[in-house]
């Protein structure tokens, strides 16, 4: 169906307990995807800015996209926050591709952003807290790894799937953080470890749940007809999806199944005009390691129960049939909320113009970023192909 | 330059202190919204969703757009929550514009919405100032009633004007907030009144500053060639913009210009391909007394210090040559931070259609509507026209 829009640039801190603030990571990412553009760009071609964060801890939780423009150097410019929980990045990215394709901007910058670690534990519940249901959830006591343990458990029993297909996403998102150098945790898990963890939620153990991270993403998003004025790489935008679902997992018809992530992947396939079966690897969204395998399965591709069996087979990992994850996931990477969305299209700009160095899928050419919102109740998808 | 959109429907809970939780304020603007198109609309016509609100209080601070998509029973579609604090509805215009332009919608729903009353002081000035700078402004002390103060201050004394131009704007908002059935405050003051009132932050008093308020407002857009789909009488958009500023007032060169405001109307004003001098009437974000001042001379619609002038002679009032803010503004009508940019929309639609009763301001043809963010630090404007 053509191209919609192009990245032409991305950058990436590094994820994990950082010494630097919420500023501070804006800048270093921001920097980084303007060095990042092959021929060069200015701040001043940059025609509108998006910041995607919950504002996680409150530091600056109104108007925060303001500090985006002046760290940015771009003061002046339309500038917005787009907030959908843990897929505010996805939504941002959509945002950008409207921008673009309106005509109200020729480049569009997209930063994702989260300050995580500085708070006690009791603050960091609250803050994660928020994302998911209030009234019929935070406030009844139930956290996120409480909703995903109850998904999970809910799972093995439903198809008859042990532990081991959800240890195995840990294992192998870990294998693939080892080989990237901005993941939080780069280093290989054995399955007996993550297995013989302590519990969180049961099913769910440690190394089933993702970490606290500090961390900033930044993508430049161009009109696909000026891409080759910044680069002869440019990796495109053909297909954009959103969907969403009812905030409290109780109002849902099945636990075991995202309806908005199935909206998301098939509304963004269709606008790109692309096949299930012409994509390369998967970005998804992998809170909880039960989330990968619903991720695959509610993007269609695998049926209800067939994740865990891909899974465990090894059809996931970077040398499968359908690798899922290559930079490590939310997982091993981490899950810095606001940045997670923009993270994805950073490792879909890196795989798609063959720059991802040891975790390089060979012939990487279609990628689908699956980003989702609290426990399912919003979800976006981007299609990205190579130039 | 031709309709981008059009507006077939809007709805507005009273703004006030209001017993209403946040989703019954949302369920209610959403209904009335839906019971004002003339022809009818289901709700599965709406193809995209948008909420503008800055969560005040934080009851639902993360993924809030879902709860929209839930009271609005339209579970599933694209939903999305816009922040840029007291900016937050004129941006989400402005995206949901770019939605139905898209073609991505034919019909997309725009909710602001806040409950602000049902905190107690300390944590309301907290939810307040997070939409100020926190690290230069709101850390050190400074509120918003603080900020202002110091802007009129200036105001006042690089234009040799006096505290009377101030009370003359609250005075004519509260006659024309007591012909509007859903202000907070229907009653008219007397300019001694407002100069005798208890100082907030000097030269500001009581009543140049606007109400903390509970409410809720809600607009159809539709794309603009479906209009009459559901309607005779659409109230079209015809231009958008906006634009940003620094967020801490310390580091803009003049603290009596808001450069974001001028920034987003000539924008707004150039791709709707209007002359201002063809502007019937001004919605601006008066959240005090000054701002309005200050918004009618960064519109262009007056030079530094004649908007004091202007004021002073009546020019302001509904019968005046420029009419502002008939609806009351927010100094009467309220302020329910992420729902006063779609309020001055919702008072668009009626103006623009006959339909605003006693507050009719004969012959309205044209609309510009200002929302401010901050203190100044993001602004959108719109350019309103009648079918």
New interface residues.
């Given amino acids: 169906m053509g191209h919609r829009a192009a990245i032409v640039g991305a950058g990436h801190t590094r994820f994990g307990v950082l010494d630097a603030g919420p500023r501070e990571l804006l800048r270093t990412a921001t920097r980084a995807a303007f060095e990042s553009v092959d021929r060069g760009v200015e701040g001043r071609e940059v025609g509108e ?1 998006f910041l995607t964060t ?2 996680f801890g ?6 925060v ?3 985006l ?2 760290e940015t150097g771009v ?11 843990c ?1 505010s990045g996805g ?1 941002g990215l959509r ?1 950008a591709v ?2 673009v ?2 005509g ?1 901007a020729d480049l569009a910058l997209v930063v994702g952003l989260e300050k995580m670690t500085d708070l006690a534990s009791p603050r960091r519940r609250y803050w994660l807290g ?6 019929w959830e935070r406030a009844a006591g139930l956290t996120f790894a409480g909703v995903y343990g109850l998904i999970a458990s809910r799972y093995l029993a439903e198809h008859g799937v042990g532990r081991e297909a959800l240890a195995e996403v840990a294992v192998k998102n870990h294998a693939n953080g080892a080989r990237n150098p901005n993941a939080q945790f780069q280093k290989v898990v054995a399955r007996e470890t993550v297995l013989g963890a302590p519990r969180v939620a049961d099913p769910l153990g440690l190394y089933d749940c993702c970490p606290v991270s500090d961390g900033a993403a930044a993508v430049l998003v161009a009109r696909a007809e000026l891409a080759r004025k910044y680069t002869d790489s440019p990796v495109y935008i053909d297909g954009v999806g ?6 409290a997992v109780q ?1 849902r018809p099945e636990l075991t199944r995202f ?2 992530s199935r ?2 992947a098939d509304e963004a396939l269709r606008s790109a005009g692309v096949d299930r079966s012409a994509i390369s690897f998967l970005e998804v969204h992998d809170c909880f390691t039960i989330a990968e395998l619903l991720a695959i399965e509610d993007l269609g591709f695998a049926a209800p129960g067939e994740a865990a069996r891909l899974t465990l087979e090894g059809a996931t990992r970077p040398d499968g049939r359908l690798p899922v994850n290559p930079d490590g996931g939310l997982k091993a990477k981490g899950h810095p909320i606001g940045a997670t969305g923009v993270s994805q299209a950073y490792e879909a700009f890196l795989q798609l113009r063959g720059a991802a160095g040891p975790r390089q899928i060979p012939g990487a050419a279609l990628a689908l970023l699956h980003n989702v ?2 426990a399912g ?2 979800a976006a998808v981007t299609i990205c192909s190579g130039g």
């Fill in positions: 800015l919950i504002g409150g530091w600056q939780i109104g108007n996209a303001a500090v423009a002046e003061v002046g410019v339309p500038t917005s926050r787009i907030e959908n929980a897929a939504f945002a409207r921008s394709e309106s109200a928020v994302s998911g249901d209030t009234e959103a969907g969403s679902d009812h905030l109002e309806a908005a909206r998301a919102g609290g109740a919003t």
